[in-house]
């Protein structure tokens, strides 16, 4: 198995921000879609946004238009930029790679009301 990070997670306030990174491999990462996830204690795992190959990208209704998900294939690594952050936010977040059955420790992301 190839390694596959999360990271950027943290404690923020009610409408504060956070950024997360998703970081493969390239072999694993060119050409592939990427999806974050998140699942919070108790509660099904849930998609929050998820991006193709071609920078296209995808939000669920209580994500959208407060996160954006962005990938750099020269870093291979994409990003989910989290805007006006709610308590419900609160889960840890992982992402997905298409083609791929594994997951990375997931990175914990905290909003204080």
């Known amino acids: 198995q190839v390694q596959l990070e999360e990271s950027g997670g943290g404690l923020a306030q009610t409408g504060g921000s956070l950024r997360l990174a998703c970081a493969a491999p390239?072999?694993?990462?060119?050409?592939?879609?990427v999806a974050w996830y998140r699942q919070a204690p108790g509660k099904q795992r849930e998609l929050v946004a998820m991006?193709?190959?071609?920078?296209?990208?995808l939000y669920v209704p209580s994500t959208k238009g407060r996160f954006t998900i962005s990938r750099d294939n020269s870093k291979n690594t994409v990003y989910l930029q989290m805007n006006s952050l709610r308590p419900e936010d609160t889960a840890v977040y992982l992402c997905g790679i298409e083609g791929y059955d594994f997951w990375g420790q997931g990175t914990q992301v905290t909003v204080s009301a």
């Open positions: 390239e072999i694993i990462f060119s050409g592939n879609a």
């Open positions: 991006i193709n190959s071609g920078g296209d990208p």
